[in-house]
């Protein structure tokens, strides 16, 4: 089915540039940029984002970087989004991520990943909401 995720490109990839190309990645694979805009998160906004994350050992760290620089938000549509956009990221830890995936080519360590992909359909539903009115969403 045709699905909407949430994605975002974090600091560590605005900051060297890597938008169009992570963007190109999105685009090959299916996946239209149905929303999209860059702002930069306050600390907080970063903690509120991730509280699912709140008793991780990783959550300071991971709050302090997503609010570093600024990041571009995003909604990519398409013929199982959720998925297509997990499978184009590759695993979490760059180490681990498959060859020619996002995360293998571009993301620095397991924290500075490069992007974000919601995980499932609530999630994607609750990212977009956090992020993007229904104004800002043309397909
Ligand atoms: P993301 O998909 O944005 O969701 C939560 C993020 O936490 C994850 O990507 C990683 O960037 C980050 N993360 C997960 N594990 C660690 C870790 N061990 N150390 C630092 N950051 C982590």
């Given at each position: 089915a045709i699905q909407r995720t949430f994605s975002i490109i974090k600091p560590d990839a605005t900051q060297r540039n890597l938008t169009g190309a992570i963007n190109a990645k999105f685009e090959a694979a299916g996946l239209r940029i149905v929303a999209q805009k860059r702002i930069k998160l306050t600390k907080e906004q970063a903690g509120v984002f991730?509280?699912?994350?709140?008793?991780?050992?990783?959550?300071?760290?991971?709050c302090d970087f997503m609010a570093s620089a600024p990041?571009?938000?995003q909604v990519l549509e398409g013929e199982d989004a959720i998925a297509k956009n997990r499978e184009v990221m590759g695993?979490?830890?760059?180490?681990?991520?498959?060859?020619?995936?996002?995360?293998?080519?571009?993301?620095?360590?397991?924290?500075?990943?490069?992007?974000?992909?919601?995980?499932?359909e609530d999630t994607a539903k609750e990212e977009i909401a956090y992020f993007f009115s229904g104004l800002e969403l043309v397909g």
């Open positions: 991730y509280a699912v994350h709140k008793e991780r050992p990783f959550y300071d760290e991971l990041i571009v938000v695993a979490t830890n760059p180490a681990e991520a498959a060859e020619g995936t996002i995360r293998k080519e571009f993301a620095l360590s397991i924290g500075e990943n490069s992007v974000h992909g919601s995980d499932g």
